[in-house]
Nanobody, 116 residues
């Protein structure tokens, strides 16, 4: 029922910036947690950043100070601003929605490649 669609991935040089978007549709939630995850080939999927319906944010140590998660509730959008990108940031990035009812939804992912 709920659909999440990520966009904004691509190829960037080390030190560059990229903004990922997550568009949510299908249902309306008063309480939720939206997270960005990433998974590189041969690696475990890891949590990158989280934002709650109350606006609280949490970041993985590996991206703290470089990435910023934000939301635009009027557009039903969540963003991940990625600055000072490193090759180790290369991964497929996924948007995840968790609700107060215990439901969890995933987007299809968007590829981010950091390479010179």
């Amino acid at each position: 029922q709920v659909q999440l669609v990520e966009s904004g991935g691509g190829l960037v040089q080390p030190g560059g910036s990229l903004r990922l978007s997550c568009a949510a549709s299908g249902s309306r939630f008063s309480f939720y947690v939206i997270s960005w995850y990433r998974q590189a080939p041969g690696k475990q999927r890891e949590l990158v950043a989280t934002i709650t319906s109350g606006g609280s944010t949490v970041y993985a140590d590996s991206v703290k100070g470089r990435f910023t998660i934000s939301r635009d509730s009027a557009k039903n959008m969540v963003y991940l601003q990625m600055n000072s990108l490193k090759p180790e940031d290369t991964a497929v990035y996924y948007c995840n929605l968790g609700t107060s009812r215990g439901s969890s939804y995933w987007g299809q992912g968007t590829q981010v490649t950091v390479s010179s």
